[in-house]
């Protein structure tokens, strides 16, 4: 009977130290850690993005509000040069409002938009479905799709 307790103890003991293993081997390698850079401009932008409650309106990979466009891929869209979207934050339009940020705070913003659009394609047109249910998605900056 005691030896029993010993060897449940033994095993229980064991597992644990397994399942420490297990979670150190799977959680730490390269593959898993995703580092993300942003620039202190980036940052502050999402900051101000976050204060302003923007996406009440707008949406980043469609989520978000859905009175204004989705943002996503605003920084990388030929015809919205960052002219543009300066104006269009400080002038407002339609149900867009006016707001009064000074150049360096529409610089972050849109330091903040570059970096939103790095990561990634909204909508993801060049996306297909493969037989097996498995979604391809093609990702920016990268050769390979996942
Ligand atoms: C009350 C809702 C609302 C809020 C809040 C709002 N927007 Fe908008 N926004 C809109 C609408 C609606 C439009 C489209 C205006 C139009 O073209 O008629 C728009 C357009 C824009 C555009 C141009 C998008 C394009 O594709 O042409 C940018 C950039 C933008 N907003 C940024 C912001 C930022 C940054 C904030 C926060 C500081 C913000 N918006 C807050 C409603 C909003």
Not at 21 to 47: C, M, P, R, T, W
Not at 84 to 108: C, D, R, T
């Amino acid at each position: 009977m005691k030896n029993n307790i010993l060897y449940n103890k033994l095993i229980i003991g064991g597992l644990v130290l397994l399942f420490v293993i297990y979670n150190f081997v799977v959680y730490n390698n390269a593959a898993f850690i995703q580092e993300h850079k942003l620039s202190d401009a980036a940052i502050q932008g999402q900051q101000l993005w976050q204060d302003n409650n923007c996406t009440a309106c707008h949406q980043f990979y469609g989520l978000g509000g859905y009175l204004g466009p989705d943002l996503t891929n605003i920084a990388s869209d030929s015809i919205k040069t960052d002219a543009y979207v300066k104006a269009m934050i400080n002038l407002g339009k339609n149900a867009m409002p006016k707001y009064n940020f000074s150049e360096k705070e529409l610089q972050e913003f849109l330091a903040f938009f570059k970096a939103v659009d790095q990561t990634g394609y909204f909508p993801n047109k060049a996306a297909t479905t493969e037989k097996t249910g498995w979604v391809k998605l093609k990702i920016k900056n990268t050769t390979d799709d996942q």
